[in-house]
């Protein structure tokens, strides 16, 4: 299995729901990601963990909170969330953070807030 | 310091041409350059990579040349094909945990849009 896969694939909420995106790889990777991405704009690194720790937090809104369940499944909750934050959300996993060979991308979850 | 300059924006190429993109960035500490194909509606796909200790690696019409004294590098597509069609990204990152902030992260260009004509 060389995927990550990411669920759901679309997601409408409102600004007082509270929502999961959920991502899952099966190839052994250490380190997972996720990333946010505009309309024809690079992805911008939200959160690294690096065997299920946090080790980078670019910064987020609290209004996103990562978890690191165990080693294949990386959780994003959203709560109250603005429509500037409509977007899509990839996954992504490495084999680890000093050997990003194989930096697998998920299709992402297409999420709008209304 | 952290930035990845990519150009051009937007590219128009007919089938069978030659697309180059090309990438500069600023951080000497910067050792792993990838880059990636993204088809609407899909995440990022690794293309091809570079380490520095090389000039240049092929993959099929995929070449990268790399100018490590220039500090740039660039993506060339020989023969490109209407399904090369697709929105490209150089990255580039630090292998090595002594390198700073820029370790773990993948620091991205801004993209260019291919467009091959049948």
């Known amino acids: 299995d060389t995927e990550v896969t990411q669920t759901p694939k679309h997601l409408v909420m409102g600004m007082t729901n509270k929502k999961s995106l959920k991502c899952e790889q099966h190839m052994g990777h250490r380190a997972m990601y996720w990333y946010k991405q505009k309309a024809k704009k690079p992805p911008e690194l939200m959160f690294v963990y690096s065997y299920e720790k946090l080790s980078i937090n670019e910064s987020v809104p609290s209004r996103f909170s990562p978890e690191c369940p165990n080693s294949s499944l990386l959780n994003l909750h959203l709560h109250a969330l603005q429509p500037e934050d409509s977007a899509l959300y990839l996954c992504?996993?490495?084999?680890?953070?000093?050997?990003?060979?194989?930096?697998?991308f998920g299709s992402g979850t297409r999420l709008t807030v209304v | 310091q952290q930035q990845v300059k990519q150009s051009p924006q937007s590219l128009i190429v007919q089938k069978g041409g030659i697309s180059i993109i090309n990438c500069a960035y600023e951080n000497t500490a910067f050792d792993y350059f990838p880059w990636y194909q993204q088809f609407p509606g899909k995440g990022p796909a690794l293309l091809i990579a570079?380490?520095?200790?090389?000039s240049e690696k092929k993959e099929g019409r995929f070449t990268i040349s790399f100018n490590k004294s220039a500090k740039q590098f660039s993506l060339h597509i020989m023969d490109s094909q209407p399904g090369d069609s697709a929105t490209y990204f150089c990255?580039?990152?630090?292998?090595?945990?002594?390198?700073?902030?820029?370790?773990?992260?993948?620091?991205f260009g801004q993209g260019t849009i291919l467009t091959v004509h049948p």
């Open positions: 992504a996993s490495s084999q680890d953070l000093r050997a990003p060979y194989g930096y697998t």
């Open positions: 570079i380490r520095p200790d090389v």
């Open positions: 990255a580039a990152t630090n292998l090595n945990f002594a390198g700073g902030t820029s370790y773990g992260k993948l620091t």
